[in-house]
């Protein structure tokens, strides 16, 4: 994978495999804006991406207002983000499965805009996906997270408001039909956060 940081400000991201898959080498990192990092995924993992935001050391305990892990440090050793986050999920081929299953997902809210861009691959659903929307200026007041001065840094979850604003992207749970994503041939992927 190649994640970038599009952003204005700092973000970092984090990494949590799911039950059957190993962690990686970094759980979580710092990602300056223009700055981008390959990591190496094995082939078979499975498992989300996300960024944190609004992040500080404060007396030793590493926390965000978005995406927290809750670990107290930079990494989050085997623990998601709390929502609102906006989350990008995969599912990697295994030697008797061709295919990588990929998606964009706001079930658990939105903190950032993000896409995912196969590097390769083939397949008719094998296809650059992302939203281009900042949902954060457009979060119905109820739905808002607020930062410093009152400004919105995340929106929590509503599905019906991010489909219609985001249609590729999952916004509820069994949303496959318009949400999954797959590609063949084992492809890299780009994951931009900001766009």
Not at 34 to 48: H, V
Not at 104 to 116: A, H, K, M, Q, T
Request: charged share 15%.
């Amino acid at each position: 994978f190649i994640i970038q940081n599009q952003c204005r400000k700092t973000i970092w991201p984090a990494t949590l495999a799911g039950s059957d898959s190993p962690a990686l080498s970094s759980t979580g990192f710092k990602l300056t804006h223009g700055a981008s990092i390959s990591l190496d995924i094995p082939s078979g993992w499975s498992g989300r991406v996300w960024a944190r935001t609004f992040c500080s050391n404060v007396s030793g305990k590493f926390a965000c207002k978005t995406g927290d892990c809750g670990s107290s440090t930079i990494t989050c050793n085997g623990s998601g983000g709390v929502p609102p986050v906006s989350l990008i999920e995969f599912t990697l081929a295994r030697p008797n499965n061709n295919q990588d299953f990929f998606d964009i997902s706001y079930v658990d809210g939105f903190n950032l805009p993000v896409s995912v861009a196969p590097q390769g691959g083939s397949g008719s659903k094998c296809q650059p996906i992302g939203c281009h929307v900042n949902l954060n200026s457009r979060c119905p007041s109820s739905l808002a997270l607020k930062g410093g001065r009152g400004s919105v840094i995340g929106c929590k979850k509503y599905s019906n408001f991010f489909k219609k604003r985001c249609p590729k992207a999952y916004s509820y749970a069994y949303d496959d039909g318009t949400s999954t994503f797959t590609c063949s041939g084992e492809p890299n992927y780009l994951i931009t956060f900001c766009l």
